[in-house]
């Protein structure tokens, strides 16, 4: 069975400091791993995925396959990064997602 | 609009009724899933229709709670004899499906429905 774990509910940085929210997911196979956001007062929406291996907004999340981890990353936190964050997995077309992270960036 | 259409937005009910809630797709995707979002959890995975196969319903909590999806389409989450503990936000979404170079594998998400039930 897969399984995606957020060990954190609640982070809080200040402004310009560097941002970490932690991913483990446990899944035999090759995971789609994924990090969507939800920005108050908005709709869940994909972030990025590790696929494209891409920068959005400033995050980058590394698939790290021995540690079963896909931690996501800013150097220097924003205010308007303050969001939910969630981490999923994709495998045969079903989503499972983490707890989620609400992540708070204080000025 | 383009986006995925869920309704009604806000839905309060009395224990023991029961309720319907519609998810409109993205036109042209085959794939929808129902989440529940609950103050202080996560995601919770309901249920998945692919094309024309038959739904993963692995997330239903229990029999109270069916949905089915017409012409591929639009879906219908139906919840019988509501509980106080269905209480959360019901959230649709709906991708591209499994094959194909254009499936880049995002879910695309309503606004969801809220649910309380007195």
């Known amino acids: 069975a897969q399984r995606v774990t957020q060990p954190e509910k609640l982070l809080s940085v200040f402004k310009g400091a560097p941002v970490e929210l932690k991913c483990n997911y446990s899944?035999?196979?090759?995971?789609?791993l994924f990090w969507y956001v939800q920005y108050s007062r908005q709709r869940l929406q994909l972030l990025l995925r590790h696929i494209s291996r891409e920068s959005i907004k400033g995050f980058t999340a590394d698939l790290n396959k021995g540690e079963t981890s896909f931690h996501l990353k800013k150097p220097f936190a924003q205010e308007e990064d303050s969001a939910m964050y969630y981490c999923?997995?994709?495998?045969?077309?079903?989503?499972?997602f983490g707890d989620g992270t609400t992540l708070t960036v204080k000025p | 609009g383009a986006g995925v259409s869920q309704s009604p937005s806000n839905k309060v009910t009395e224990k023991g009724k029961d309720v319907e809630l519609r998810c409109d797709p993205i036109?042209?995707?085959?794939?929808l899933y129902w989440y529940r979002q609950s103050l202080g959890q996560g995601l919770e995975f309901l249920i998945y229709f692919q094309g024309n196969s038959a739904p993963d319903k692995s997330g239903l909590p229990s029999d109270r709670f069916s949905a089915e999806r017409t012409g591929g389409s639009v879906s219908t989450l139906t919840i019988q004899r509501t509980q106080q503990e269905d209480s959360a936000v019901y959230l649709c979404?709906?991708?591209?499906?499994?094959?194909?170079?254009?499936?880049?594998?995002?879910?695309?998400f309503g606004e969801g429905s809220r649910l309380t039930v007195l």
């Open positions: 979404a709906s991708s591209k499906g499994l094959a194909g170079t254009a499936n880049t594998g995002e879910l695309f």
């Open positions: 899944y035999s196979g090759s995971p789609e």
């Open positions: 999923a997995l994709k495998s045969a077309g079903k989503s499972t």
């Open positions: 036109s042209g995707h085959t794939a």
